[in-house]
């Protein structure tokens, strides 16, 4: 039953998302964006990502989504005029579809290896020796070899700058893993490590005021610099205003 009402929701908000791009009217354009924010948040929240599913109906949906349907709401704007510039805006099709294509070439490399073949998949695990002579493998072999050398990085700079160590041996062999080197890149504090007892919102905030202390102050810094900013903008501007209407009535005196 889960997974049926998962494939429910993700159809759900795939087609909301088609419909938000191409309704003429943008008012309800707005409320399909509303309901994709909506079918997202109960889609996480069965997976069992509540705090986010909550975030996404508290953010997207109560501020965001509702401020883009008033902004759409004040401007009134005419089902006529949004019909002429669509027209000219079907002048890029060809464009669009050039990176249509590109986006779904990038898509389709990213793809877990379960839905491609599996036989060049990860060959050091496997025992697939490398090839001395010259290279005559296929792509994902040399994508397989740049994976490895990538963790190969990031384990020599965790070892070198924190001295940890992600290099898992398995079977007398050693393999990398992806999870592994993030965790230890970001979460060095063996302390923190543990959070089989935690919360969600627990988890996420022993991050936020332990390792993230200084990202936390550095976003609040600029958070207040943006909600000082307009003001003082504001303030100057109104002063400019007062100062021109005071010499315009000097003037007709």
């Given amino acids: 039953m889960n997974n049926f009402l998962l494939d429910i929701l993700c159809i759900g908000a795939i087609i909301s998302g088609i419909l938000v791009i191409t309704s003429k009217n943008p008012v309800v354009s707005v409320l399909f964006l509303i309901s994709v924010f909506v079918q997202v948040a109960g889609y996480l929240c069965l997976l069992g ?5 909550i975030s996404y109906l508290i953010v997207y949906v109560g501020a965001i989504a509702i401020l883009f349907l008033f902004v759409v709401m004040m401007l009134n704007l005419q089902l006529q005029e ?29 793809l877990p290896f379960s839905f491609k073949d599996q036989s060049s998949f990860n060959f050091k695990e496997q025992g697939i020796p490398l090839p001395s002579g ?4 296929s792509w994902q072999e040399i994508t397989d070899l740049i994976k490895e050398m990538k963790l190969y990085i990031v384990n020599f700079v965790n070892q070198k700058l924190f001295g940890n160590s992600s290099i898992i041996p398995v079977n007398d062999t050693t393999i990398f893993t992806n999870a592994n080197d993030i965790h230890l890149t970001f979460n060095t504090m063996q302390a923190d490590q ?5 919360l969600q919102i627990q988890s996420i905030g022993q991050i ?3 390792n993230g202390m200084a990202w936390l102050i550095l976003c609040s810094i600029i958070l207040l610099l943006a909600m000082i900013g307009p003001i003082s903008l504001s303030i100057n501007t109104n002063k400019q205003s007062i100062n021109t209407n005071h010499n315009i009535s000097l003037f007709l005196q």
């Fill in 82 to 110: 949004l019909t002429i510039v669509g027209k000219e805006y079907t002048q890029n099709l060809p464009l669009g579809a050039i990176l249509g294509s590109l986006f779904l070439y990038i898509f389709v490399q990213i």
């Fill in 208 to 210: 936020l005021y332990t």
């Fill in 134 to 137: 010259p290279w005559n493998g």
């Fill in 49 to 53: 990502v509540g705090f986010i599913g």
């Fill in 194 to 198: 543990n959070f089989q007892s935690f």
